[in-house]
């Protein structure tokens, strides 16, 4: 299957699909924030907190997370193998000297490349940033969340990276979602319409929603964190440890 184009295409495809529900519901999870500091806890923090216990007793603490951390690798890894040997199956094919051809393709189709590699480095910084915590230009703390946010998305230059990522992944999601729904067969004269309104419809509640979180910390829209909540938090995190 990993050997023809078609089910290269339709791997690349559901691969997409992986990474497209896990945006769907990280979103979901960011939006905690939204909530404030609280009174003992920001939620955002419990939910990073509940994430880790996550399955337990059954199972060891964090494991359901890493388990998610290595779904989430091997389908990014899948998924750009896949596209990029697709990339070059294409050009092998066309003939010497022949032009791309551009004729009705959307300019997000254009960019798909450019705004992939872009989102491949804004990953690694992202998790280089929030992760690991190893990008601590601000104040950050592990299981500090909502002070991490804080901390970061006061500095304008932090906020400008995350919108400007959150364009081109808007930009990819769009003729992503459109290009899986026609590599795995949903797509039809009649229901066409339908998929690109849906399609841009989710890329614009994935986009505003991702970019709600840094903006409203930067306007001060979101309050400063309660630093005995925080310092709790931390404590706890490290009795765990």
């Given at each position: 299957?990993?050997?023809?184009?078609?089910?290269?295409?339709?791997?690349?495809?559901?691969?997409?699909?992986?990474?497209?529900?896990?945006?769907?519901?990280?979103?979901?999870?960011?939006?905690?924030?939204?909530?404030?500091?609280?009174?003992?806890?920001?939620?955002?923090?419990?939910?990073?907190?509940?994430?880790?216990?996550?399955?337990?007793?059954?199972?060891?603490?964090?494991?359901?997370?890493?388990?998610?951390?290595?779904?989430?690798?091997?389908?990014?890894?899948?998924?750009?193998?896949?596209?990029?040997?697709?990339?070059?199956?294409?050009?092998?094919?066309?003939?010497?000297?022949?032009?791309?051809r551009k004729i009705g393709r959307s300019w997000e189709s254009r960019l798909?490349?450019?705004?992939?590699?872009?989102?491949?480095?804004?990953?690694?910084?992202?998790?280089?940033?929030?992760?690991t915590l190893t990008i601590d230009v601000t104040p950050l703390e592990h299981?500090?969340?909502?002070?991490?946010?804080?901390?970061?998305?006061?500095?304008?230059?932090?906020?400008?990276?995350?919108?400007?990522?959150?364009?081109?992944?808007?930009?990819?999601?769009?003729?992503?979602?459109?290009?899986?729904?026609?590599?795995?067969?949903?797509?039809?004269?009649?229901?066409?319409?339908?998929?690109?309104?849906?399609?841009?419809?989710?890329?614009?509640?994935?986009?505003?929603?991702?970019?709600?979180?840094?903006?409203?910390?930067?306007?001060?829209?979101?309050?400063?964190?309660?630093?005995?909540?925080?310092?709790?938090?931390?404590?706890?995190?490290?009795?765990?440890?």
């Amino acid at each position: 299957m990993w050997r023809s184009t078609i089910g290269k295409k339709t791997i690349v495809a559901v691969t997409g699909a992986i990474l497209l529900g896990y945006l769907v519901l990280h979103m979901a999870g960011n939006l905690n924030s939204l909530f404030g500091p609280g009174g003992a806890e920001p939620r955002v923090d419990w939910y990073a907190s509940w994430l880790r216990e996550f399955g337990e007793p059954l199972l060891p603490y964090e494991s359901v997370v890493w388990m998610v951390r290595a779904v989430l690798l091997t389908a990014v890894v899948v998924h750009i193998i896949g596209v990029v040997q697709l990339s070059a199956r294409n050009r092998a094919a066309r003939p010497a000297h022949f032009p791309a051809r551009k004729i009705g393709r959307s300019w997000e189709s254009r960019l798909m490349m450019l705004s992939g590699l872009l989102l491949l480095a804004f990953i690694v910084f992202h998790i280089l940033q929030f992760t690991t915590l190893t990008i601590d230009v601000t104040p950050l703390e592990h299981g500090a969340v909502y002070a991490n946010l804080y901390n970061a998305f006061q500095e304008w230059y932090f906020v400008a990276i995350y919108v400007v990522a959150l364009v081109f992944l808007g930009l990819h999601l769009r003729h992503a979602i459109w290009s899986l729904a026609q590599t795995l067969g949903l797509d039809s004269p009649e229901r066409n319409r339908g998929i690109r309104y849906g399609a841009t419809g989710l890329t614009v509640l994935l986009v505003v929603g991702f970019a709600l979180v840094p903006v409203l910390f930067w306007t001060g829209v979101l309050a400063a964190p309660d630093e005995e909540s925080a310092t709790a938090m931390i404590n706890s995190l490290k009795g765990r440890a």
